[in-house]
T-cell receptor, first 115, second 111 residues
Framework: DGGITQSPKYLFRKEGQNVTLSCEQNLNHDAMYWYRQDPGQGLRLIYY???????QKGDIAEGYSVSREKKESFPLTVTSAQKNPTAFYLCASTLGGDWRNTEAFFGQGTRLTVV | AQSVSQHNHHVILSEAASLELGCNYS??????LFWYVQYPGQHLQLLLKYFSEDPLVKGIKGFEAEFIKSKFSFNLRKPSVQWSDTAEYFC?????????FGAGTRLFVKA
């Protein structure tokens, strides 16, 4: 079955540590996205990538980094510089970067808790 | 500023009641509008979308939404809800490469 796989589902991190969230898709989609979901704030865009080896900052990129070395993979690193990293993280992908012509598919999310 | 506002954060209905979830947006230029749904334990998935066609859009599971350009609104409706409609609903607006989501509305349907 085609889809997006995020791992792990739950992640605990100590303050001051970097942590990497995995996102893999087998939909052959060009564009991939990372969103952060906080209660009462909806989904906020962290980073997006429209093509391999290219990515752009979203609205809340500070304290995060990404890479896009392969079409199917878009890992997100939450660095120690992120002041409030505890949140639910969602990865998404679209066939093309223009949402007017495509449908977004989402992973099941990773819940990160800083302890 | 670009934004999406969903009026209700929590809605509780009994089965067979009618549903209307409000969504208003602020976004310059031509937009496309979406409603996504997240059932408990499942992925966020597309419920319906408006792409410059008939302003009344039909989606899956009996849902529909009406785009009213003059009011910058895209409200979601269903005539008769079921217990299985219990979920979180997100309105989103896209101008192409940037998509903005609302804060979400949690719907609980009592059996």
């Amino acid at each position: 079955d085609g889809g997006i796989t995020q791992s792990p589902k739950y992640l605990f991190r100590k303050e001051g540590q970097n942590v990497t969230l995995s996102c893999e898709q087998n939909l052959n989609h060009d564009a991939m996205y990372w969103y952060r979901q906080d209660p009462g704030q909806g989904l906020r865009l962290i980073y997006y990538s429209q093509i391999v080896n290219d990515f752009q900052k979203g609205d809340i990129a500070e304290g995060y980094s990404v890479s896009r070395e392969k079409k199917e993979s878009f890992p997100l690193t939450v660095t120690s510089a992120q002041k409030n990293p505890t949140a639910f993280y969602l990865c998404a992908s679209t066939l093309g970067g223009d949402w007017r012509n495509t449908e977004a598919f989402f992973g099941q999310g990773t819940r990160l808790t800083v302890v | 500023a670009q934004s999406v506002s969903q009026h209700n954060h929590h809605v509780i209905l009994s089965e067979a009641a009618s549903l209307e979830l409000g969504c208003n947006y602020s976004y310059g230029g031509t937009v496309n509008l979406f409603w996504y749904v997240q059932y408990p334990g499942q992925h966020l998935q597309l419920l319906l979308k408006y792409f410059s066609e008939d302003p009344l859009v039909k989606g899956i599971k009996g849902f529909e939404a009406e785009f009213i350009k003059s009011k910058f609104s895209f409200n979601l409706r269903k005539p008769s809800v079921q217990w299985s409609d219990t979920a979180e609903y997100f309105c989103a607006v896209s101008g192409g490469f940037k998509t903005i989501f609302g804060a979400g509305t949690r719907l609980f349907v009592k059996a």
